[in-house]
């Protein structure tokens, strides 16, 4: 069982940054593959960003590309995403995500375990 738990969300004016966290607990989180979603008000859940475990080439959905950075480190357990140049449109809730396979985080946008989501709000 990986319990996950985000903070770092808030209120920012558009074109300024935010850096959220996903703490990890319970199994090897340095095992998985990691990623982050978001979901609009009135809107689906939406696929933002994701790693795998060895830190290799990272996967962002092209709305993203060039102003947000997910980056890992297995020895705090945690993983990051980096935003900046922050839109009105980037507000959401963002989810941490996590999964043996990648693909059910950048494919299936299925992974097995989430986190509760934390608020972030772009004002323009």
């Known amino acids: 069982q990986v319990q996950l738990v985000e903070s770092g969300g808030g209120l920012v004016q558009a074109g300024g940054s935010l850096r959220l966290s996903c703490a990890a607990s319970g199994r090897a989180f340095s095992n998985y593959a990691r990623g982050w979603f978001r979901q609009a008000p009135g809107k689906g859940r939406e696929f933002v960003a994701a790693?795998?475990?060895?830190?290799?080439?990272?996967y962002y959905a092209d709305s993203v590309k060039g102003r947000f950075t997910i980056s890992g480190d297995n020895a705090k357990n945690t993983v990051y995403l980096q935003m900046n140049s922050l839109k009105p449109e980037d507000t959401a809730v963002y989810y941490c995500a996590a999964d043996l396979q990648v693909h059910r985080i950048v494919v299936d946008h299925t992974p097995y375990y989430w986190g509760q989501g934390t608020q972030v709000t772009v004002s323009s």
């Open positions: 790693i795998t475990w060895s830190g290799g080439t990272p």
